[in-house]
């Protein structure tokens, strides 16, 4: 029987320590140390080195304001569905596709320059592409359409709207629900972990405490801050909490005849371990000179940058980050909100690309965003409601930068925003909601391929993505990977 000495590290550096005693937190780390964990794939991955990281967007974005239509007819059908809501072109920026994307005109909401930047290849990012947006995501359990969706005669995602249950959707990508929550990057840290990582730090690490999309069934999320680990070894500690510190760790290192007690000194003792061993790689990264903004979102990216830059050192051929980046539930106030929110947005994302640049790590790392939902077409009178699908942005060299994608396997492809009555198949009502044409599950299946998941193992990651695309053929979901 094996079991993941990471997994159990992590659950005691998630914990609460002022709960170190409680009887339920020592059951269940020994189900954990008791837990049977199937073996890998055995996935032939070379030595490079991969990073995800995922922007949530919590709140439901409002993604039909920041990317719009720029042809003619469908701006101005865009004027008349979202009135006063609707931006004019002097506060928009002017995309320009590269060959090989859908073909149409666009623009981008004029707070996201450095993302106009990096789809443009212009600026700092001259002759770079690294950006792409993908259009009309959300969940789904298989291919719907708007008669079946009416009909009822197809499953849809549990409790839709709903914010609690659509942020759990995107983060498990198995809308039906689950007995047992696991998130899509703790079931990838389950088959990958061990066969491409040596190091005791976690495959997942978490700017935004406990998530259930790191969560796996043996490994979860290592939660770090902006200044690195929590450490019961913190330099800077007052003097009577480092005595304190150093007494635990004693302790630690008795030994038990119990086997909760010795159980639970070990998976202590490792978690100290594991959070010293990361705060002496993060706070001595390689020298760098780009200028990260000082907000909440820029200071989380440094520390993203930061534990990329000495992945190697932390032996992490693989990591996923996760970070939550929320208020985007813009009922009664959507146009200087969403501006201030994205302004904010923009300059983490370009400090972090443009770091990642200066440290020759662009290669090896897509940044892509996530949100419960998108928002009703229509306005309420200042601001937006929920709904369902909306565009989404993946970030970084390996993306095929410059374009707006969509699913190819289905008609898709930007929708048309009307609310006119049997002018959108799309539009399920309510003000325009739009049902998704592209899966979350062939969103993630894209970066999941690249990232190293195998054909065969695809489905133990996102268990409805047969339903819509099969992972071993060569033609890729959507193709906004390079």
């Known amino acids: 029987m094996t079991h993941s000495k990471t997994s159990r590290r992590q659950f005691l550096k998630q914990a609460n320590c002022a709960a170190i005693g409680s009887a339920s937190m020592l059951s269940t780390l020994l189900n954990l140390k008791m837990a049977n964990h199937a073996a890998a794939d055995n996935l032939a991955l070379g030595g490079d080195c991969r990073s995800l990281v995922c922007i949530f967007?919590?709140?439901?974005?409002?993604?039909?304001?920041?990317?719009i239509p720029r042809d003619a007819d469908p701006y101005a059908e865009y004027q008349q569905t979202r009135s006063n809501l609707a931006l004019q072109p002097y506060e928009t920026i002017d995309?320009?596709?590269?060959?090989?994307?859908?073909?149409?005109?666009?623009?981008?909401?004029?707070?996201?320059?450095?993302m106009g930047a990096m789809f443009n290849g212009t600026g700092a990012f001259a002759n770079k592409r690294r950006l792409s947006f993908v259009t009309n995501v959300g969940t789904l359990i298989q291919p719907l359409t708007l008669a079946e969706y009416q009909a009822r005669v197809l499953p849809i995602p549990k409790a839709l709207f709903s914010h609690k249950d659509q942020i759990e959707q995107w983060q498990t990508?198995?809308?039906?629900?689950?007995?047992?929550?696991?998130?899509?990057?703790?079931?990838?840290?389950?088959?990958?972990h061990?066969?491409?990582?040596?190091?005791?730090?976690?495959?997942?690490?978490?700017?935004?405490?406990?998530?259930?999309?790191?969560?796996?069934?043996?490994?979860?999320?290592?939660?770090?801050?902006?200044?690195?680990?929590?450490?019961?070894s913190d330099s800077q500690s007052e003097p009577l909490f480092t005595i304190k510190n150093d007494q635990l760790k004693n302790v630690m290192e008795a030994h038990y005849a119990n086997t909760f007690q010795r159980t639970f000194a070990g998976l202590t003792k490792d978690s100290i371990e594991t959070s010293d061993t990361f705060t002496a790689e993060?706070?001595?990264?390689?020298?760098?000179?780009?200028?990260?903004?000082?907000?909440?979102?820029?200071?989380?990216?440094?520390?993203?940058?930061?534990?990329?830059?000495?992945?190697?050192?932390?032996?992490?051929?693989?990591?996923?980050?996760?970070?939550?980046?929320?208020?985007?539930?813009?009922?009664?106030?959507?146009?200087?909100?969403?501006?201030e929110l994205l302004t904010t947005l923009d300059a983490a994302l370009t400090a972090f690309?443009?770091?990642?640049?200066?440290?020759?790590?662009?290669?090896?790392?897509?940044?892509?965003?996530c949100s419960d939902f998108a928002r009703t077409l229509a306005s309420n009178g200042r601001g937006t409601d929920h709904a369902w699908g909306g565009n989404a942005f993946v970030m970084g060299a390996p993306i095929d930068g410059g374009k707006v994608v969509s699913t190819t396997l289905r008609p898709s492809g930007y929708p048309s925003?009307?609310?006119?009555?049997?002018?959108?198949?799309?539009?399920?009502?309510?003000?325009?909601?739009?049902?998704?044409?592209?899966?979350?599950?062939?969103?993630l299946g894209e970066l999941l391929a690249w990232f190293g998941v195998s054909s065969?193992?695809?489905?133990?990651?996102?268990?409805?993505?047969?339903?819509?695309?099969?992972?071993?053929?060569?033609?890729?979901?959507i193709g906004f990977v390079a």
């Open 282 to 339: 993060f706070e001595n990264p390689p020298s760098y000179s780009t200028s990260f903004p000082d907000s909440w979102l820029g200071r989380q990216l440094e520390a993203i940058f930061k534990t990329i830059a000495v992945r190697e050192n932390l032996q992490l051929r693989r990591q996923t980050f996760f970070v939550e980046f929320g208020g985007w539930d813009h009922h009664g106030e959507l146009l200087n909100a969403q501006e």
């Open 353 to 369: 690309q443009l770091a990642l640049e200066e440290l020759g790590l662009a290669n090896d790392v897509i940044t892509f965003s």
């Open 173 to 192: 990508s198995v809308p039906q629900g689950m007995q047992q929550l696991t998130g899509w990057a703790g079931r990838a840290a389950d088959i990958l």
């Open 456 to 477: 065969g193992a695809m489905e133990d990651v996102l268990p409805n993505i047969n339903e819509f695309y099969n992972p071993s053929t060569v033609t890729k979901p």
């Open 417 to 443: 925003l009307s609310l006119q009555e049997g002018a959108n198949a799309q539009n399920i009502g309510r003000g325009g909601l739009l049902l998704p044409t592209t899966s979350v599950d062939e969103y």
């Open 194 to 232: 061990s066969t491409v990582n040596t190091g005791s730090v976690s495959m997942n690490i978490s700017l935004s405490g406990n998530n259930v999309m790191q969560t796996g069934e043996s490994l979860t999320q290592f939660v770090i801050t902006p200044d690195g680990a929590l450490s019961f």
């Open 95 to 114: 995309l320009n596709q590269a060959s090989g994307g859908d073909g149409r005109l666009y623009r981008l909401h004029g707070a996201a320059s450095g």
């Open 57 to 67: 967007l919590s709140g439901g974005w409002d993604s039909y304001n920041v990317l």
